[in-house]
């Protein structure tokens, strides 16, 4: 709480100068793409957004504090699981056949509604993993056919929307439970397509750096509407990253194609031995910007050397907000979100009311 007390002090300019507007009524918003950017309500738009994994775990309050605390520090869009295990509790908006689960299919449709009226962009994301479904870790879907339902079930709930995008298969090149084969995502991306034309579909890479079969099989093979890139995590990653966006974009070029790189889960705080500082983190987000990218994301999760994963940050919302559980470098990364976003002048459209 004084944090959020603290960060509503530091960013309070920015909340009086920039314009308010919409309701809950009429708020109304749009992702597309426009060439190789994102574009909200038609206006290109770099999306620059935070890890919230877990975010079916939090009651409906708490997504709306959570999201105020979010959008004032200068994000536009946040990263929320249907598939989650939250530390043993299951808190996924469908079950192992792909069907609706509630109440998490309506905490997703809330937490979709919430970004919308703000002017806010989802992304939605599917999990695949054969491990057995008794146990109590075992809340992804576990072949084909529970994949193509989730599929229908997750656009069917949020047809009336039109604020996300969907990410058919987490890391779904990395050869374990999480694979999904290029034949396979072809069929759930061309049926996410007849489901609803409209929405953007991608399906994410593992921790490497693009090849130019990577960028084939999923641009020209698959059909998916643009690149979600999980580069590697070390200490030379945040660096690096201008240069592999380019290199990136300069083969989806040469295959005469035109998509979004989307760095969608970089590296975070809590998962190996190097730990990322904020000059880490804003030093990677302006590796994005200057390299091309269509979007970033400011990942965080568990602690792995921590015996009950503490700090959990988004890996679990049910007891405590995000941002109170983030670290002093991670808050630091924050604050410092919207004077970077300036001085690297990326595009931000209008912001939507905020909740009082």
């Known amino acids: 709480m004084k944090f959020r007390t603290f960060l509503m002090t530091l960013l309070l300019p920015a909340m009086i100068v920039e314009p308010v507007f919409g309701t809950d009524n009429d708020a109304t918003t749009k992702l597309s793409l426009a060439g190789s950017r994102f574009a909200i309500n038609g206006v290109p738009t770099f999306l620059v957004g935070i890890s919230y994994y877990g975010g079916l775990g939090a009651s409906e309050q708490q997504i709306v504090r959570d999201l105020d605390d979010i959008q004032r520090a200068g994000f536009n869009w946040v990263r929320v699981w249907a598939t989650w295990d939250s530390f043993g509790e299951n808190v996924s908006a469908v079950d192992e ?33 054969t491990r057995d479904h008794t146990t109590t870790d075992g809340v992804h879907l576990p072949h ?33 439970r999480r694979f999904v084969s290029v034949d396979e995502l072809k069929t759930l991306c061309r049926l996410a397509h007849e489901c ?5 579909v991608t399906a994410s890479f593992g921790g490497h750096d693009l090849t130019n079969s990577d960028v084939r099989d999923l641009l020209q093979s698959v059909r998916a509407d643009f690149l979600a890139v999980h ?27 035109t998509a979004p790189v989307h760095h969608q889960e970089p590296f975070r705080r809590g998962y190996a031995k190097w730990e990322p500082t904020a000059t880490d983190f804003l030093t990677d987000l302006r590796g994005a910007v200057r390299g091309g990218a269509a979007g970033w994301g400011f990942h965080n ?56």
């Not at 509630?102 to 999990?127: I, N």
């Not at 609803?196 to 953007?200: E, F, H, T, W």
């Open 301 to 356: 999760g568990a602690t792995r050397s921590s015996l009950d994963g503490h700090p959990r940050r988004s890996f679990d919302l049910r007891e405590r907000g995000l941002v109170e559980q983030l670290d002093s470098e991670e808050r630091q990364v924050i604050s410092e979100i919207r004077s970077v976003l300036r001085e690297l002048q990326v595009d931000q459209p209008p912001r939507a009311t905020e909740t009082e």
């Open 97 to 129: 056949a792909g069907s609706g689960r509630e109440p998490f299919l309506q905490r997703l449709q809330h937490l979709v509604a919430e970004c919308d009226r703000r002017q806010m962009v989802a992304d939605v994301t599917l999990a695949r993993d």
């Open 144 to 176: 084909a056919a529970a994949h193509r339902t989730a599929v229908r079930t997750i656009i069917d709930t949020l047809r009336n929307h039109r604020n996300w995008y969907l990410d058919l298969a987490n890391e779904r090149d990395v050869r374990d």
């Open 231 to 257: 580069r590697p995590r070390h200490a030379d990653s945040p660096q690096q990253t201008e240069q592999r966006t380019q290199d990136v974009l300069r083969i989806i070029t040469d295959l005469r194609l």
């Open 196 to 200: 609803d034309p409209q929405l953007l």
